[in-house]
C-alpha cells in the first residue's frame, strides 16, 4: 500500500484527486493541506510514500516545499501536480528533488500511474514537462555558444588566460603544479579549436562583452 499525501489550496482539486487516487487498491489517500504551514506540520507526522505538491501554495511554493519535506523525510517521494507549464519551475523542482513533474490537465489513469511510479522511486515527467524542459536545456546550451563543452574548471582557466595571466600565476591561483597547467591550456584550446592561448583569450573578452 502507498500512503499519499495531497497539497492544494483548492478543495475541489484535493477531493477530485484523492477520489482518483482511492478508487486503486495500492493507493491510500492518508492526509492533505491546503498551504505550505499546513503541509509541513501533518506530514511528518503521518509519513506518507508520496507527497503531491501544486507548484503555487497561498504561503509559499510546492518546489520550496518539496526541498524542505525531502530535507527532513529522505525518503519522502514527491510529485509535483500543477496548472502551469513554467520550466524553471520544472528544473527547480527536478533540483529540489521531486520525483515527477505532471500537468493538472493529465487523466485520472495516468495520474494514478505516475504517483505509483514516483512512490515505487521512479522518476517521471509527461510529455510536455519533459519537452518544456529539454527545450530550456537546449537553449542554455546555445547559449554558451563555444563553451558549451568545456567543464567548470575550464572556465575558471579560461577567465585566467582572458586575464593575461601566465600559467605560473595561473597554478598559484588554482592550487596546480605548472606543468599540469600547462597541459589544461593545452587541452583547453584543442576543445576550442585553436592554436594559441591569445586566441581563446579574445574569445573569452568577446563572450563577457555580450553578456554584459
Known sequence: MIGVFLVDDHEVVRRGVAHLLEADPELEVVGEAGTAAQAMARIPA??????????????????????????????????????????QAMLDAILAGAGGYVIKDIDGVRLVSAVRDVGSGLSLLDNRA?????????????ADGPLAGLSDRERELLGFISDGLTNRQIAARMNLAEKTVKNYVSRLLTKLGMQRRTQAAVLATRLRGQRR
Request: a negative charge; glycine letters at 6%; charged letters at 25%.
Open 130 to 142: 519533459a519537452a518544456a524542459l529539454m527545450a530550456k536545456l537546449r537553449a542554455d546550451v546555445a
Open 46 to 87: 503521518l509519513r506518507p510514500d508520496v507527497a503531491v505538491l501544486d507548484v503555487r501554495l497561498p504561503d509559499g511554493n510546492g518546489v520550496e516545499l518539496c526541498r524542505d519535506l525531502r530535507s527532513r523525510l529522505p525518503g519522502l517521494h514527491c510529485l509535483m501536480l500543477t496548472s502551469f507549464t513554467d520550466e
